[in-house]
């Protein structure tokens, strides 16, 4: 678990904002379920053979005996959510987004961590391909304006209730065939959950599941419409993407569409996946819902700022001002000036331990402040002082009270000057 600092936590509220705003246009509005839910609700939707229920999860009785555990994801917590305010006898499709903090007792490496955070959405009431394909562009608009290159929609289907058995029968079948060459846990997986099999993090594992059955070789027609009609959507959309029989994801409550975003950046390592989600039109009845269709996407922040910090692009919004104060005397003159301007909408730094003009002209140098004001009793009396741009060039002589609107003037110039 890290600490997130000013100076990195700009990238993080680049990527939040962009996402509030572009969610926002799609339709979907904001969620916040609790850190903590009852263990059972993960038990039941995310499953129990999968690593993040029996593996990776902060479980814990709480003082009355109950066992909750800390959220490893987001879905299961808006299902909850989605439930226990009967959202559907409100309306009949409804998109919601979350963000914030997940938690899974992984091996810490770059890009994976034990606190991390999702932006995620979830679209409830519609079993469409239109919708998945939605959210799919969704997803592609905001790696866009994230300006994010080089990653890669993956996609497959599971199939459903009626075409899956048939897969579900082959690959055991296959693996049983190769039960040698499997992981203990792969061994035990086999006959409670063989799809687990397919992302086991075990390379022997990985190898046997990449040589099984193709489970788009089962589907069954209406599993197969639904797929062919997704691809003809995205393709309507112009959205690029492969087909990808392999990928299963790591969560059970999957039927039909599931899809990865995997980006081709070395910072990321192994930990390619920025984001990934899929159908889950059963799991609502079966956590004693109603029987409402659903498909949802999670993206890793933690990821994707690791890919900003790799562009090299800043976020970071210096002072307009910095005000230095020239004697003692002036002291209340200045924070009274750096409160009026803030109160104008300005950012200004100002250094309350005083000291010698030199040493705060240092500070003023390292705040990365455009512009600095020495105040004194010259300019209290007189009513004027001169901004000096700490970038060099000469001094803007300016009253007192027209400093605001000098420094909203130099920084509207900047703007449209654009980036240096
Ligand atoms: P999942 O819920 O496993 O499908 O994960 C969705 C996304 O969350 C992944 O694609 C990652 O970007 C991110 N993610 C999952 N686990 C971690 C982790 N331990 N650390 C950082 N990001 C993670």
Same mark, same amino acid.
Not at 6 to 23: C, K, N, S
Not at 341 to 366: H, I, W
């Given at each position: 678990?890290?600490?997130?600092?000013?100076?990195?936590?700009?990238?993080? /509220?680049?990527?939040?904002?962009?996402? +509030?705003?572009?969610?926002?246009?799609?339709?979907?509005?904001?969620?916040?379920?609790?850190?903590?839910?009852?263990?059972?609700?993960?038990? +039941?939707?995310?499953?129990?053979?999968?690593?993040? #229920?029996?593996?990776?999860?902060?479980?814990? &009785?709480?003082?009355?005996?109950?066992?909750?555990?800390?959220?490893?994801?987001?879905?299961? =917590?808006?299902?909850?959510?989605?439930?226990?305010? $009967?959202?559907?006898?409100?309306?009949?499709?409804?998109?919601?987004?979350?963000?914030?903090?997940?938690?899974?007792?992984?091996?810490?490496?770059?890009?994976?961590?034990? /606190?991390?955070?999702?932006?995620?959405?979830?679209?409830?009431?519609? !079993?469409?391909?239109? /919708?998945?394909? *939605?959210?799919?562009?969704? #997803? #592609?608009?905001?790696?866009?304006?994230?300006?994010?290159?080089?990653?890669?929609?993956?996609?497959?289907?599971?199939?459903?209730?009626?075409? +899956?058995?048939?897969?579900?029968?082959?690959?055991?079948?296959?693996?049983?065939?190769?039960?040698?060459?499997?992981? *203990? &846990?792969?061994?035990?997986?086999?006959?409670?959950?063989?799809?687990?099999?397919?992302? @086991?993090?075990?390379?022997?594992?990985? $190898?046997?599941?990449?040589?099984?059955?193709?489970?788009?070789?089962?589907? @069954?027609?209406? @599993?197969?419409?639904?797929?062919?009609?997704?691809?003809?959507?995205?393709?309507?959309?112009?959205?690029?993407?492969?087909?990808? =029989?392999?990928?299963?994801?790591?969560?059970?409550?999957?039927?039909?569409?599931?899809?990865?975003?995997?980006?081709?950046?070395?910072?990321?390592?192994?930990?390619?996946?920025?984001?990934?989600?899929?159908?889950?039109?059963?799991?609502? !009845?079966?956590?004693?819902?109603?029987?409402?269709?659903?498909?949802?996407?999670?993206?890793?922040?933690?990821?994707?700022?690791?890919?900003?910090?790799?562009?090299?692009?800043?976020?970071?919004?210096?002072?307009?001002?910095?005000?230095?104060?020239?004697?003692?005397?002036?002291?209340?003159?200045?924070?009274?000036?750096?409160?009026?301007?803030?109160?104008?909408?300005?950012?200004?730094?100002?250094?309350?331990?005083?000291?010698?003009?030199?040493? /705060?002209?240092?500070? $003023? &140098?390292?705040?990365?402040?455009?512009?600095?004001?020495?105040?004194? *009793?010259?300019?209290?009396?007189?009513?004027?002082?001169?901004?000096?741009?700490?970038?060099?060039?000469?001094?803007?002589?300016?009253?007192?009270?027209?400093?605001?609107?000098?420094?909203?003037?130099? +920084?509207?110039?900047?703007?449209?000057?654009?980036?240096?």
């Amino acid at each position: 678990m890290r600490d997130l600092l000013p100076g990195e936590i700009e990238l993080w /509220q680049h990527v939040e904002g962009l996402a +509030r705003e572009l969610f926002g246009r799609f339709g979907y509005g904001e969620v916040r379920t609790p850190m903590a839910e009852d263990t059972g609700l993960f038990v +039941r939707s995310v499953g129990e053979e999968t690593d993040i #229920v029996g593996k990776e999860m902060y479980t814990f &009785d709480d003082k009355g005996g109950r066992s909750l555990s800390l959220r490893p994801e987001g879905t299961a =917590p808006a299902a909850r959510a989605y439930i226990e305010h $009967a959202i559907n006898n409100k309306e009949p499709i409804t998109r919601w987004f979350y963000m914030g903090p997940m938690f899974r007792y992984e091996r810490m490496k770059t890009g994976r961590y034990r /606190q991390f955070y999702q932006i995620g959405a979830e679209a409830y009431g519609s !079993k469409e391909a239109a /919708q998945d394909a *939605e959210m799919m562009d969704m #997803v #592609v608009q905001f790696l866009g304006a994230l300006e994010l290159k080089d990653v890669t929609l993956n996609l497959n289907s599971l199939g459903d209730e009626a075409c +899956r058995p048939a897969y579900h029968a082959k690959l055991v079948e296959y693996l049983q065939a190769h039960r040698e060459e499997l992981c *203990e &846990d792969c061994k035990r997986r086999m006959e409670t959950n063989p799809l687990r099999v397919l992302d @086991c993090k075990n390379p022997t594992c990985q $190898a046997v599941a990449a040589a099984g059955p193709n489970v788009l070789e089962f589907l @069954c027609e209406p @599993c197969r419409a639904h797929f062919d009609d997704l691809q003809r959507k995205l393709t309507v959309l112009g959205i690029k993407y492969v087909v990808n =029989p392999r990928m299963v994801r790591g969560l059970d409550y999957y039927t039909r569409t599931v899809f990865e975003f995997i980006a081709s950046h070395p910072a990321l390592g192994t930990a390619s996946t920025v984001g990934g989600g899929g159908r889950y039109d059963k799991m609502m !009845k079966g956590l004693g819902g109603p029987d409402v269709p659903a498909v949802g996407f999670a993206m890793g922040l933690d990821r994707l700022v690791l890919l900003l910090k790799e562009s090299g692009r800043t976020f970071t919004s210096p002072p307009d001002l910095f005000v230095a104060v020239a004697d003692e005397g002036s002291q209340d003159a200045a924070l009274a000036l750096a409160s009026r301007l803030r109160r104008e909408g300005l950012r200004v730094d100002f250094d309350t331990r005083g000291g010698s003009l030199k040493s /705060q002209m240092k500070r $003023a &140098d390292k705040s990365g402040a455009r512009f600095t004001l020495v105040l004194g *009793e010259a300019e209290r009396t007189s009513g004027q002082a001169k901004l000096k741009p700490m970038a060099g060039g000469d001094a803007i002589p300016v009253a007192l009270d027209d400093v605001a609107k000098t420094l909203r003037a130099a +920084r509207l110039a900047t703007a449209q000057a654009g980036p240096t």
